[in-house]
């Protein structure tokens, strides 16, 4: 290969423009940056993902944290005074749109000359007197129960709207101090809950991930190297290409301004177990070879001869499979896949150039040059190839065991998404949320934006109502705790006018009858009078509008209507994000928006709706993936064994290694989500990667001896040996994954493990009983390509 002969003639050149290369790209890599928002996998062009980024830009507001707030007593005078210096505090904190606390909330009330809306207090109350009358009108507000005080009287809770200007992972990260700083000074207990807040601790858990993996996986590769090659170059040449290989992929990522997200953080130990691979498969060979080949130059040359074809087969099916993930939907696991193929092709280069460019320059090793005779793992591994030509005939029934298991197993598959349950049970963002859930109104909610055809036309009393019926849907259904809209400041802005008659309580009709009184002149003087008058409902709404902004707290609705009132948003709150709660909800809201709003476009939108559309692209990214990977590795396996029949024989192993898959997820409970979605595409990508290396050589050994027995027996000896080291290395660098901060990466990581273990299992057992089985002659050699092999 000319690529070699190059490498050969100029090594030092070689090693000098990796060492070049390598220094550019961690030059670039303090430009990494950490998304840790799940929002951010999703595609712009979902409707729905479309509508969330589109409400920034319409209300001032779109992020909220909830800071919960438990004490002994949180009624006592002492608890109360805390609660008050807390909120006016963060009533001064400019990073925040607003404050809605116990302490601050609106209260509408009416007066002999209209109405006014003023702060629940002035003053903390200190008398029982006061807090009895405090907790009267707090009872009472239909916006604090359940939002700002829990229904139990055990804990309040304070809401803050953040500012969509603000930098919301930033101030998390300077307010969580904060927080414990207040927990220590008063007697209270704060928990903070909230998707900024659920962001935070997703970022430390990547940190903390990535930490693990990278030195987690150098370790076990170390010590594996170590056991499989006894020395230096054995180690340090595959763990060179590990480490270039993860540090060139870090310093493309940052090059082209592309950050870490939640999904991504796995993929440098992917690389990590999967760049090793083709050195073991070498320098494999490179040994074996010393037997033979005195010559370094001409050993390193004859190495590569024989390795250049499958390493390129296997490195081109393992990128094929990663770019099968281009096909999942989700920007984020997208990304993974262009970036994990980009660090596979960068070991392959590295692994053609980087390792023979050393193994020139190095003396052979004395302690192989004299070796004979096979090791206790080759004749272990031809004593396997003996063992299965004597049984030949258990491939059947041991298929059909396997197939009737993997159909069970996979009956009960299910598939899910929650932010929340990837947190172990006792970590404090999870405890803090099922704690906000079981008392107040929820942590999880759908947005639904009302889009009028004209600017005011939010003010029409049909819309409104629609609005209040939409309220009243979503509150009839189980786990939704509270849903809040400008129809609920129509009613109760009604309801005051009209002396807090409950009748009253209603968005008016479209037509009034009004009566109030005015002045008039009779017989030259001005009197008093009663007049009755007809308006329609859509000027009484907006003079209801005009009154409540008179009365000082025109923000409280700038983040549920636009100025022009051609916007409008409901924020229905649940206290659970389990897909299959989240999925009947959206459904009730769905066939009532269908069924009304005629006069305006309704859309759903939230972190709940988000969740559904995640787990719907989970759903069929998981299976477009697969197709994609398997039709591609059959494509690049036809074309390069130049046939489509041994093309097929490549893909056995991976049926195999995927139905097993399957059966265990379905067996122990582990759904199909955002993170073991890519299980299949990695076990088709790198699992052929074992049927490459064995067919490829038994075709050699068939064609050799012409016996598809003994082919079997001499292919074990020669790259089943490697294939068996090959899969334990990856399946041990994989198993670092499962030491993840977060539950579904840690499933992902033991079910890789053993995805990567039955793929070598499918290549070493399933394959060859296969081929003694029903002898294919598509396996023999013609001359013409044995003279390329040999």
Partial sequence: MSLTRFVLKRPLVIIGLVILITVLF??????????????????????????????????????????????????????????????????????????MSPMNVSIIR??????????????????PEEIQTYRNRLFTNDLALGNLISRDSTMFGIMLLMKNTTDVNKFVEQFIPQVKKWDQETDLTLILAGKPVVSHYVGIGMQRDMSTFFMGGLGVIFILLLIIFRNLRGILLP?????????????????????????????PILIMAIAVADSIHILTHYYSNTRRVKDKLELT????????????????????????????????????????????????????????????????????????GSSVTARAMM??????????????????????????????????????????????????HQLINDHFAGTTSFQIMVEGKK???????????????????????????????LADFIKRINKVLHGDDERYNVIPADKEVVTYSDFVEQHGEWKEVMVTDTVTGKDLVAQYLTLYEMSGKPDDMANLVDYDYQHAKISILMDSDDQAILRSIDRSLETYIDAHFENADVAVTGMAKLILVVDDLIVSGQINSILLSLFLVWLLTSIMFK?????????????????????????????????????????????VDYAIHFIYRYRLKLTESNSYESAVIDTMEDSGLAIAFNSFVVAAGFSIIAFSQFVAIMQMGVLITLTMATSAFGALTVLPLVFVNFKPKSLKLKASQLKGKK
Avoid at 41 to 54: C, G, M, Q, V
Avoid at 110 to 127: F, H
Avoid at 310 to 336: D, N, Q, Y
Avoid at 455 to 483: E, F, T, Y
């Fill in 26 to 99: 961690i030059l670039q890599m303090k430009h990494l940056t950490m998304d840790p928002d799940i929002t951010g996998a999703l595609p712009k062009k979902i409707p729905a993902k479309r509508l969330y980024d589109r409400m920034t830009e319409i209300f001032p507001t779109k992020e909220f944290i909830f800071l919960g707030i438990e004490g002994d007593n949180i009624f006592s005078p002492r608890h109360l005074q805390d609660v008050w210096t807390l909120t006016k505090s963060l009533e001064k904190n400019s990073d925040i749109y607003q404050v």
């Fill in 110 to 127: 009416g007066t002999d000359e209209g109405m006014v809306v003023e702060d629940i207090l002035d003053v903390p109350p200190k008398t």
């Fill in 239 to 267: 763990l060179s290409v590990v480490i270039l290989s993860v540090l060139w992929t870090l310093g493309a990522m940052a090059l082209f301004g592309v950050p870490m997200s939640h999904s991504t953080e796995i993929m």
């Fill in 301 to 372: 040359r004859m190495t590569m001869a024989d390795m250049n074809s499958p390493v390129i087969m296997t490195s081109l099916t393992t990128m094929a499979g990663f770019l099968a993930l281009g096909t999942a939907g989700v920007e984020s696991i997208i990304t993974l896949g262009i970036f994990t193929a980009s660090g596979v092709l960068f070991a392959l280069l590295l692994s053609l150039t980087f390792v023979p460019a050393w193994l020139c320059l190095l003396p052979i090793p004395k302690r192989l040059k004299n070796l004979e």
């Fill in 383 to 432: 004593s396997w190839g003996n063992l299965l030509n004597t049984n030949r005939k258990l491939l059947f029934p041991f298929l059909i065991v396997v197939i009737l298991m993997s159909i069970w197993g996979f009956s009960r598959l299910e598939h899910s998404f929650s932010s929340i349950g990837n947190f172990p049970k006792d970590h404090p963002i999870r405890i803090a």
């Fill in 455 to 485: 600017a005011g036309q939010i003010k029409d009393p049909d819309i409104l109502r629609d609005m209040d019926g939409l309220k009243s849907v979503a509150l009839s259904q189980d786990h939704v705790g509270d849903a809040l809209s």
């Fill in 643 to 687: 046939s489509a029949i041994v093309g097929l024989f490549n893909t056995i192993p991976l049926f195999f290694a995927m139905l097993l898959n399957f059966m265990i997820m379905g067996l122990t409970g582990i759904n199909v989500n955002l993170e073991t979605m890519v299980i299949s595409s990695i076990a088709i990508g790198v699992g």
